[in-house]
């Protein structure tokens, strides 16, 4: 028993990117389709907890070039066009508004913006959902609706249809 502790902790110590002091990362993969017919947008988000913040990181397709606002709704249910999903994610029943902003529901992401190249990558980490954690958003959705947040309309952006929608756990 003795030399195969030692053996892993050999091999913990000699593999690249390994440390004892890490433990794996576990995440989530979502990945997000068209809400309806006529719609292109398509995606896989990744969501990681970091030390200070949660990262949602990944990437869409079919997007033409633009700002598209992106959220997590209150529901696991992308029918009805992605309508099922309901609101934004809000626990704590603030005002919509920026990802920066002191006072802002949890699922406000702000935009994405799109280039128009076959692929548009997303990297963002909010402290805000890193204090929910992944287990309080199981069970919820990530939307991309067809406009730009404006960052400030209530009680949503005025960000328009919801072009792509995926479940997340």
Request: glycine share 14%.
């Amino acid at each position: 028993m003795k030399h195969q502790i030692v053996a892993f902790l050999l091999v913990a110590l000699l593999v690249p990117g390994t440390s004892m002091a890490e433990k794996p990362s576990e995440g989530i993969e979502v990945v997000l389709s068209p809400t309806g017919a006529g719609q292109d947008a398509r995606g896989t988000i990744h969501l990681v907890e970091k030390e200070d913040a949660l990262q949602l990181k990944g990437s869409f397709q079919g997007l033409s070039k633009g700002r598209y606002a992106f959220h997590i709704h209150e529901k696991g249910s992308c029918a009805e066009r992605g309508e099922a999903a309901g609101p934004h994610f809000n626990p704590t029943g603030k005002p919509h508004g920026a990802p920066d902003a002191a006072e802002r529901h949890a699922g406000d992401l702000g935009n994405i913006e799109s280039t128009g190249a076959s692929s548009t990558t997303v990297d963002i980490h909010d402290k805000v959902l890193k204090s929910v954690g992944l287990q309080g958003l199981k069970g919820r959705s990530i939307v991309l609706h067809e406009a730009p947040d404006d960052l400030k309309s209530q009680p949503s952006g005025n960000a328009g249809a919801r072009i792509a929608c995926g479940v997340i756990g």
